[in-house]
Nanobody
Framework: QVMESGGGVVQAGGSLRLSCIAS????????IGWFRQAPGQEPEGVSC????????YYSDSVKGRFMISRDSAKSTVYLQMDGLKPEDTAKYTC?????????????????????????WGLGTQVTVSP
């Protein structure tokens, strides 16, 4: 399973670090993604990461402000979010999908398919006030 933490309320311009703790599987065999969904909107892939070759994708909306990283010893993937904006307000969820032939890191983020992933968390709320 995966479990997120680190969400909260922050003023615009502030920072938060989200954590996705994995248990029961080896991070290196999976593509890990952070996704967000605001009420009434479709899920958006924020950042996806294949640890095996450090292949990383960021959506244009967060590029240069967010950074994904991992601590394999802790089986944890982080999402450092700086320069937060009110439009970043959403529930952020961590997903993990087994690396498959032909699969891409970018594809996981561009076309989120939570129902198809091997692991999907409960999410953590991020609220950015103006």
């Amino acid at each position: 399973q995966v479990m997120e933490s680190g969400g909260g309320v922050v003023q615009a311009g502030g920072s938060l670090r989200l954590s996705c703790i994995a248990s029961g599987f080896t991070l290196e065999n999976y593509v890990i993604g952070w996704f967000r969904q605001a009420p009434g909107q479709e899920p958006e892939g924020v950042s996806c990461f294949r640890i095996r070759d450090e292949n990383t994708y960021y959506s244009d909306s967060v590029k240069g402000r967010f950074m994904i990283s991992r601590d394999s010893a802790k089986s944890t993937v982080y999402l450092q979010m700086d320069g937060l904006k009110p439009e970043d307000t959403a529930k952020y969820t961590c997903g993990a999908d087994l690396i498959k032939p032909g699969g891409t890191v970018q594809g996981m983020c561009i076309s989120p398919a939570p129902h198809a992933y091997d692991y999907w968390g409960l999410g953590t709320q991020v609220t950015v006030s103006p």
